[in-house]
């Protein structure tokens, strides 16, 4: 498996792509030769997304098995060099690969690292001092090069996948991110940006009412406004709003506007049944998949032009099972 793809290739089954860090996926890339597969990545997102492998340390010839290495120094930006032999200093033919590697990522519409990695970890990598002492507060050189490069990629380690907030998520910012690039690719265009921008609505309103308003605001100023511009900062806008998870408080404040939607088409047994259900979920005692699955079985037997174009009701393949455990 070679794992410094050309991320500009395609794959031809027309499925989103992850870049992914090779030994997540069983590439025995580490430096003693072996992996560190993880279940989650190749069985369960393995089965919707097209995985993009990369590994910083074999693309850049230092092969397996290798000598281990560790970063030292500035936690800005650290050397990477051997963690028995100081004198093997490789900082610079990784830095010049992963400033390459990240500058072609535009096919990818997320990127699951591996943590701790020196290379590849997104935070808590440790940096040695001069001293020998670690700060745990380091981000390895690739996965750094990787975000600067790409401020709007979703991105998390594979470790934080276990967080079932964080993996949700992480999965509901990778298909917002695609569907954004579909439209990019497709043509950008007013009607198509305020179409894009209606669907999302309560997605957004769940992560930040804040955003959910400005945007909104800034939206209204497109006829006077350059279109490219504007299109930029609502999507740097929306991509940070959705990287804080949306709290329980917000979810019950979607779900309640989606009630408003039935109260004139359910009797009150089904009105109250909702309001029950939904304040189980307030109350913790259902997850998130509980009320959204009633409300939807109720829009299917009364459909409303809005709510169907709606990302919030599936923002990701039901097969992932992501809101059930929210």
């Not at 890339?29 to 993880?38: A, E, L, M, P, T």
């Not at 699951?112 to 590849?120: A, E, L, R, Y």
Request: glycine letters at 8%; charged letters at 25%.
């Amino acid at each position: 498996m070679s794992t410094d793809m050309q991320t500009q290739s395609e794959t031809g089954s027309g499925r989103v792509r992850l870049g992914v860090s090779a030994c997540l996926i069983g590439a025995k890339v580490r430096f003693d030769g072996g992996h560190k597969r993880n279940r989650f990545v190749i069985d369960v997102l393995g089965a919707h997304f097209d995985f993009v492998p990369f590994c910083p340390e074999v693309a850049i010839g230092m092969g397996t098995p290798r000598p281990t290495i560790r970063l030292v120094g500035d936690l800005e930006s650290p050397r990477a060099v051997g963690s028995k032999d100081a004198s093997l200093d490789v900082t610079d033919a990784l830095r010049s690969y992963s400033v390459g590697a990240a500058s072609r990522m535009e096919g990818l519409s997320g990127f699951v690292f591996k943590k701790d990695s020196p290379t590849c970890g997104m935070e808590r990598v440790k940096v040695y001092n001069d001293k020998g002492m670690p700060d745990a507060h380091g981000t390895g050189i690739f996965a750094r090069a990787v975000q600067e490069a790409n401020p709007l990629l979703p991105v998390e380690e594979e470790g934080r996948l276990n967080d079932p907030v964080l993996r949700e998520n992480f999965v509901s910012r990778v298909f917002v991110y695609a569907r954004w690039q579909a439209l990019r690719r497709q043509g950008l265009g007013k009607r198509a940006l305020i179409d894009f921008h209606a669907s999302h609505k309560l997605l957004l309103l769940a992560h930040s009412p804040r955003v959910y308003e400005e945007l909104g605001r800034l939206l209204s100023r497109l006829d006077t406004a350059d279109l490219d511009a504007l299109a930029d900062r609502y999507i740097e806008q929306l991509m940070l709003a959705l990287k804080r998870p949306a709290s329980r408080k917000c979810h019950v404040n979607v779900l309640q506007h989606l009630l408003g939607y039935l109260r004139r088409h359910v009797d009150s047994v089904n009105r109250a049944d909702l309001v029950d259900v939904i304040d189980a979920y307030r109350r913790g005692l259902v997850p998130l998949v509980v009320p959204v699955t009633l409300l939807q079985h109720h829009f299917r037997r009364n459909p409303h032009p809005y709510i169907s174009r709606q990302v919030y009701m599936n923002p990701h393949p039901r097969e992932l099972m992501l809101r059930n455990a929210l």
